[in-house]
């Protein structure tokens, strides 16, 4: 059975740090694409950051850009999103996902296949 599990989710206020990590199981992503989303209440789920299967392309939202980095470690089937300088609108449930379509970055959520259960991040101003 393929799992993702998201970790690392937490309240912090506001210009403070935090770093997801997501670690699969069930079945090896090292040549896929891995995509972070997250939604809102009341919003629908959006794209935040992808990063193709060797880690050497990444993608991310405009509204994170500059402040996010999306990494992975394959060995550990494992993908990381690194989050600083957050603000009062990063406050999230926050996904990863992962495609078994795909080995470059893609931005779409219908690319993506499987989905962790979320992870809370709340951004106190």
């Known amino acids: 059975q393929v799992q993702l599990v998201e970790s690392g989710g937490g309240l912090v206020q506001a210009g403070g740090s935090l770093r997801l990590s997501c670690a699969a199981s069930g079945r090896t992503f090292s040549n896929n694409a891995m995509g972070w989303f997250r939604q809102a209440p009341g919003k629908e789920r959006e794209f935040v950051a992808a990063?193709?299967?060797?880690?050497?392309?990444?993608y991310y939202a405009d509204a994170v850009k500059g402040r996010f980095a999306s990494s992975r470690d394959n060995a550990k089937n494992t993908v990381y999103l690194q989050m600083n300088s957050l603000k009062p609108e990063d406050t999230a449930v926050y996904y990863c996902?992962?495609?078994?379509?795909?080995?470059?970055?893609?931005?779409?959520?219908?690319?993506?296949?499987?989905w962790g259960q979320g992870t809370q991040v709340t951004v106190s101003s």
């Open positions: 996902a992962a495609s078994t379509k795909w080995s470059v970055a893609r931005t779409n959520l219908n690319d993506y296949d499987y």
């Open positions: 990063i193709s299967w060797s880690g050497s392309r990444t």
